[in-house]
């Protein structure tokens, strides 16, 4: 079965995000390097969507969340059939309390 990976609105705003951030802060290298990490970290999930550890915080929703780490980045995804929805990307830096209210 064919694996499709998709992201939300709200992954591709904070992927942009954080290019921005970086480019501003240190440089538009650092930032393409920070965002292509994260890009490359979704593409295996479209031959092993399993690896990501299970997303605790969201166990409530009763739904497959899991996430996958790049640098300080947790890329947290759904799995519904064969598609993956790369729901959020989440800077670890934050309180993990903060995933709740952004996925939720």
Known sequence: ?????????????????IYDYYNNKASWSIAESI???IVDQTLLLEQAPHIGQHEEILAHLNKEIRYVLSGNYKIVYLIE???VTIAT??????????LKGKYV
């Not at 609105?9 to 942009?16: N, P, Q, R, S, V």
């Not at 990307?89 to 903060?98: E, G, I, L, Y």
């Open 1 to 17: 079965m064919e694996i499709v990976v998709i992201w939300s609105d709200a992954a591709i705003t904070e992927l942009h995000d």
């Open 35 to 37: 965002v292509n990490a």
């Open 81 to 83: 059939k064969n598609i």
């Open 89 to 98: 990307v989440f800077d670890c830096r934050q309180n993990p309390k903060k």
